[in-house]
């Protein structure tokens, strides 16, 4: 036992592990001899998630592949865990629809466009931690989004997800009867979260209601689609309610995010950059260059935060 240390610390250290590990809402899994993760292409009878990923304790999700392999390395290097211009294997080679990433405690996996994409993803990550025998977890998402009354550039750490008509709330049809659930997320990681916005003072960062929903044309009120059959009135209109609604940013992810983390008992957070103000327009016209810099911003800001709870900053 290390010096200092006394058994009783130590058992309600051991206790409080014990409390924060993952949550498993079906018991049917209980029941199954192997576990496959189809969409990671890893199951529990082929791997050892253990050994693979036991000392798991953050998990960053987002977008695209490639966003995800840029944030291991990036955090990697800040880590002081990888040498420069090391690769790192795509843990999911074996399929093509998610890429997953692990440098030390750290884990990064893409997770697609949309509910329906990441949801999949999510099942898949939250039985792979409880295999692993994880505790302690925080997930993630970082990516990107539409800004309401905000400048391009600013970040958003989501207070609450609300769906189109401004509720906490995600709505899913399950055997053919509507669930309500709710799409809170951590106070105090947002929190935590802002401060770590404030030590690196590089760019404006807001906590404010994060708007989801199913579709990136009309479902948010863009004029540019091929359909579109409301006028720019009704447009600014909805617009505007969103922000009078508390709401500062618009994806198409976090409802689903924040449902299912909070079933599974893990701190999460959304952390997106916005793009445009919406407010102003509906096409991302930035060029190249300022948009890559703009989505290096929840990088570095969960990069920093994962640093803070390291004890390397």
């Known amino acids: 036992m290390a010096p200092g240390i006394t058994a009783e610390k130590k058992t309600e250290d051991e206790q409080s592990s014990k409390d924060n590990l993952i949550h498993l809402s ?3 899994l209980e029941k199954m001899k192997d576990d496959i993760l189809y969409h990671f292409a890893l199951g529990t009878s082929t791997h050892d998630f253990p050994a693979l990923f036991g000392d798991v304790k953050f998990v960053c999700v987002g977008g695209s592949a490639s966003r995800m392999k840029a944030f291991i390395t990036y955090i990697a290097e800040e880590l ?4 420069v211009g ?5 843990i ?3 399929t093509d629809r998610y890429a997953m990433y692990k440098v030390g405690p750290v884990l990064s996996v893409s997770h697609g466009m949309g509910i329906p994409s990441i949801a999949i993803m999510l099942h898949e990550l939250i039985k792979l931690l409880y295999h692993s025998k994880c505790s302690n977890v925080t997930i993630i998402r970082i990516g990107t989004s539409g800004g309401i009354g905000l400048e391009p550039g600013s970040v958003v750490i989501t207070s609450q997800s609300v769906d189109a008509t401004f509720k906490p709330q995600f709505e899913q049809v399950i055997l053919g009867k509507t669930v309500i659930r709710s799409t809170n997320l951590d ?3 947002a929190k935590e979260l802002m401060q770590c916005s404030k030590e690196i003072h590089q760019f404006n960062t807001v906590i404010g209601n994060t708007m989801c929903t199913l579709d990136f044309y009309e479902g948010q009120a ?3 689609g091929a359909i579109c059959l409301y006028t720019e009135e009704e447009k600014m209109q909805y617009l505007k309610a969103a922000y009078d609604a508390g709401v500062r940013n618009i994806e198409m992810e976090s409802s689903v995010f924040a449902a299912i983390c909070n079933l599974s008992g893990v701190r999460a957070a959304v952390v997106c950059v916005t793009l445009l103000n919406r407010l102003e327009g509906d096409q991302i016209s930035s060029s190249h260059d300022v948009l890559v810099e703009y989505q290096q911003r929840p990088l570095k800001l969960v990069g920093h935060f994962i640093k803070k709870c390291l004890g390397k900053v």
């Open 92 to 94: 999911c080679a074996g």
């Open 26 to 28: 079906n018991p049917h």
């Open 222 to 224: 863009r004029l540019d």
């Open 86 to 90: 090391a690769d790192y294997p795509n």
């Open 80 to 83: 002081g865990l990888g040498s």
């Open 187 to 189: 106070d105090q990681l």
